[in-house]
């Protein structure tokens, strides 16, 4: 089946334009430069994990935090408040 695929592929690239092309052409080094960062970053934590420095490696939750927005505040600025209150 994979291999049909391919076929199929290879077939329709002669149907594309030269922009087209060039887009694909990104597409494929972007997941290919995908692939190898985390064929790196599994090794590397397969090396921490065989080495005994962790014994669990956590990964990144692809949640992002939305952004934060800036707020407006009033009176003294807190570095001032810290810096009376230390002494």
Known sequence: MPQTILNQILNQLEMLESEELQQLN???QK???DKEVAAQRTKFHQA???SGLV???K???DNQQPE???IQVQGK???ETIIEERR
Do not use: E, G
């Open 26 to 28: 990104l597409a494929i």
């Open 77 to 79: 600025p807190i570095s």
């Open 55 to 57: 014994k669990q490696v």
């Open 59 to 61: 990964h990144a939750s």
């Open 68 to 70: 934060r927005r800036l």
């Open 31 to 33: 997941h290919l430069t």
């Open 48 to 50: 921490l994990l065989t």
